[in-house]
DNA sequence: TATGTCACG
DNA sequence: ACGTACGTGACATAT
């Protein structure tokens, strides 16, 4: 860990967060607690009078979704929102991480469990490795501080290119889908084609966004209300655009069915290479269970075969880097990435061997892709 | 210990 | 009328 990164980082986040507080107790016309939900719900919907947008079992909802729909009406939900980021990436990593290093490894151990996920999935504590930030730039740049421990050794992090939809592509047999990947095509602009039936070259990125929430949202058996919420589009629309998927990838819609039925008479889910999740749910009388039920039945296979195949390749790796006496590290897995601290001398041949060993873990009617990269931390390997 | 929130794939 | 996309873990608050 480069912990003199951290403790920069922790200073210049605590000021930004000192003139966001600033700012908030302004907009709000005085003190309180801005990490209180109960707090903050008063402040928002009974003092300034914003209009609810959604309760929570004891009051009013204050999440990312409602402060979203505020911000059009009032500067403050932006503001809490910014310092909602700032104290979250300070008090969960670049504030945790320092204080784990062990003295005598001068490292980071944290615990990668084998039977916590229903999936098949591997979890990841004390810390999680597994929800290091990377979608905003100023969460990304915490992956500065996961660096090699030696100079001139380098991070090597190697991650499957949409593995899920790969294994949906196998299972479903869906010859649109599987035709996409046998191409190596951008899926997201090929669904987008598919749905708006339209050539590829003649897709917006606006378009590509949809198809991108489409092709995730099939998988975990979304429906239209989510859709349309995701996309900020209407109710009607969203069940439009999932009715013309269904209608191109007719395998993935028959193969949703199936996996349903043969969960109700079997009592539970299934992986590519036979690990079984129990989903007596799937049967219960009470129907918002019954549909949560089809929805992890409809996620099993996909979010479960990808697990079993990268631990396939995670334990051929090992294998490997045993018989050959490397001194690189195995050190991260991240659900579909494998992260390694390398030894220079071995830079080449981890760069060859790590994707061609995580390509041949799973044996598909499609092709596995894996991207590499490199560099003097986790923040440039990405 | 429960709850709400938010970080990741 | 209600709830509404899967799988996780950590933190702060409130009790
Ligand atoms: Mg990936």
Redesign the pocket.
Known sequence: MDTKFLKIMSRNIGQKMTRAMEEIYDLAGGVF?I?????L?LILFEKLGLPPVKK????????????EKLKNQHPLPEKI?EF??L???R??YVD?MPALINPKTLRVH?SF?QT????G?L??????F???????EM??EIRKAFCAQEKDHFILAA?YSQVELRIMAHLSEDPNLVAAFKQDADIHTHTAAMVFNLKQEDITSDMRRTAK?IN??I?????A??IS??LNISHGDAGAIIKAYFERYTGVKDYIEKTITECKELGYASTLYGRKRPIQDINSENR?LQ??AK??A???PV?GTAADIIKIAMIRMHDWMKKENLKSKMILQ????LVFEVHPDELELLKKQVPAIMELAGKLIVPLKVDVGVGKDWYEAH
């Open positions: 607690n990490n209180s939900p109960k707090q719900g929570t079992k004891t009051g009013y909802s204050t999440d990312v979704t409602v402060l929102l909602r980021m104290t979250k990436l008090s969960t945790a944290g469990n916590v996920a229903a999936t999935r979890s990841s504590s004390n810390p999680n597994q929800n290091i930030p990377i979608r905003t969460g990304r991650d929430v995730f949202g998988m975990y058996g979304a429906g209300h989510r919420q995701e918002n549909e949560a929805r992890a409809i996620n099993m979010q991240v659900h579909d990435e």
